[in-house]
T-cell receptor
Framework: DAGITQSPRHKVTETGTPVTLRCHQT?????MYWYRQDPGHGLRLIHY???????DKGEVSDGYSVSRSKTEDFLLTLESATSSQTSVYFC????????????FGPGTRLTVL | KQEVTQIPAALSVPEGENLVLNCSFT??????LQWFRQDPGKGLTSLLL???SQREQTSGRLNASLDKSSGRSTLYIAASQPGDSATYLC?????????????WGLGTSLAVNP
């Protein structure tokens, strides 16, 4: 299995509080992704990174920001959490942006009350 | 707009049966199609990746086919086992301007009964 960890694995927070999720990889892959998975919507891309300090928006980026200061770490921040951001968040990594598959972390279940 | 549909949404079969999961997509302009497996409470595991120029890929008891012109892919599982119980997700990789992105189906939830 690809070396990807996510922390925390579970979090309950209140509306309006900031939340940061961490993805850590030991594979030295260039690309990192943040997805959310919700019933009836499948997986949706939030943000991705194609190198240190190089990030771009996905299809559901509103309310989220990311940072990548090191190859191995990709942080997802909810500046002011809302109940609509209750979801399961997955991090994925890939050696390249295409032709290679993506390797997924175990997920973080976030509940915003 | 690319859309990916998986049918059926759920499937229950007895152990040992051969089965087929279906995936369809609306736009044939894809780079590849991928099949993933997701176990409850866990992340996704890549099973097979078929490049747009390929017709099929095989891994053990799994065989995936791709018909780009008709917008269809099938995942064939031979001699199913209880350990195959999971949700199977299909995704197509498409052009997204200066990068590529995956468009996902909602998955087929498979239960293989002993």
């Amino acid at each position: 299995d690809a070396g990807i960890t996510q922390s925390p694995r579970h979090k309950v927070t209140e509306t309006g509080t900031p939340v940061t999720l961490r993805c850590h990889q030991t594979e030295n892959h260039r690309y990192m992704y943040w997805y959310r998975q919700d019933p009836g919507h499948g997986l949706r891309l939030i943000h991705y990174s194609y190198g240190v300090k190089d990030t771009d928006k996905g299809e559901v980026s509103d309310g989220y920001s990311v940072s990548r200061s090191k190859t191995e770490d990709f942080l997802l921040t909810l500046e002011s959490a809302t109940s609509s951001q209750t979801s399961v968040y997955f991090c994925a990594i890939s050696p390249s942006g295409g032709t290679d598959t993506q390797y997924f972390g175990p997920g973080t279940r976030l509940t915003v009350l | 707009k690319q859309e990916v549909t998986q049918i059926p949404a759920a499937l229950s079969v007895p152990e040992g049966e051969n089965l087929v999961l279906n995936c369809s997509f609306t736009d044939s302009a894809i780079y590849n199609l991928q099949w993933f497996r997701q176990d409850p409470g866990k992340g996704l595991t890549s099973l097979l990746l078929i490049q747009s120029s390929q017709r099929e890929q095989t891994s053990g008891r799994l065989n995936a086919s791709l018909d780009k012109s008709s917008g269809r892919s099938t995942l064939y599982i031979a001699a199913s086992q209880p350990g195959d119980s999971a949700t199977y997700l299909c995704a197509v990789e498409i052009d997204a301007g200066n990068n590529r992105k995956l468009i996902w189906g909602l998955g087929t939830s498979l239960a293989v009964n002993p």
